[in-house]
């Protein structure tokens, strides 16, 4: 693994104050392995206490608005994340694509927001189980992604892809090794095309159920830098084996 691993741990709609210790301890692991960065993404209302109470672990945001500000109830916008203390921003994950019909397009506007608020993005693409079962996963993913990659204006470095098949993820469900290595090569070759050879120096995650029994596996496949996970982020207990083996690959 050339570049440094990201381990990103998505809470989506989990957690509450009370949930806190568990960050806690997940920002003390991480402290035992600075060879790998960890962030979370909790929930919006928990993001400033973390951003508090945590100094090993990045805090990032699970979505983003495209403006910076205006009358749209109920979102947030870059700029507020960076305000609250976030230092990146998921966008374009597949429960924003397909439960809330987000498009390519509003993917990359969001990335473009993220990047100029100055933080890190990571972009989401994945594909559904019809598309990989008629053998058209690359071609669909290649495809998603090249719509939705963002302009970067030097920012390049700030931004990194999550792959997740949508069918994978929270299911106990995972493609082959060959087929994740398959994908991020495909994903490698599609952002040096667009980004030439900083493309090279984008991490790649793959994301849809890792857990600690699978991560060392995933994380040895083909340009695989990290990963993103949901369920298992959620106690350090889970967390802590798949920091741990994205440690020993540095290692290794
Ligand atoms: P999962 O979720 O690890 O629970 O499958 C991954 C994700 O949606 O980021």
């Known amino acids: 693994m050339a570049l440094r691993p990201y381990i990103v741990g998505n809470w ?8 806190l210790p ?32 945590l100094s090993h672990v990045s805090v990032g945001g699970q979505n983003c608005h495209a403006e910076a500000a205006g009358a749209f109830t109920g979102e947030i916008s870059a700029p507020m994340l960076v305000d609250a203390g976030a230092q990146f921003v998921l966008v374009g994950h597949s429960e924003r694509r397909w439960k809330f019909g987000e498009g390519d397009s509003l993917a990359r506007a969001k990335a473009e927001a993220g990047l100029a608020a100055g ?3 990571i972009l989401c693409v994945g594909e559904r189980e019809e598309m990989r079962l008629a053998g058209r996963a690359v071609e669909t993913v290649t495809a998603q992604l ?16 999550g792959y997740e098949p949508v069918w994978a993820i929270g299911t106990g469900r995972v493609p082959t090794l060959a087929d994740v290595s398959a994908m991020h090569r495909a994903i490698r070759t599609a952002l040096i095309e667009v980004y030439g050879p900083a493309g090279a120096r984008i991490r790649i995650l793959y994301g849809g159920s890792v857990t600690s029994a699978n991560a060392a596996e995933l994380l040895g496949g083909d340009e695989v830098d990290g990963a993103l996970v949901g369920g298992a982020s959620l106690t350090a207990e889970a967390f802590a084996g798949i920091i741990m083996a994205a440690a020993a690959r540095v290692e290794a």
Request: aromatic share 4%; hydrophobic share 45%.
């Open 119 to 121: 933080l890190g993005v």
């Open 146 to 161: 090249k719509a939705s990659l963002p302009r970067v204006d030097g920012m390049v470095g700030h931004l990194s892809i």
């Open 12 to 19: 989506k709609m989990n957690g509450t104050r009370a949930t």
């Open 22 to 53: 568990e960050a806690r301890a997940i920002d003390r692991i991480a402290g035992r392995f600075p060879s790998v960065e960890v962030g979370i993404t909790p929930p919006f209302t928990l993001l400033s206490a973390m951003v508090n109470d």
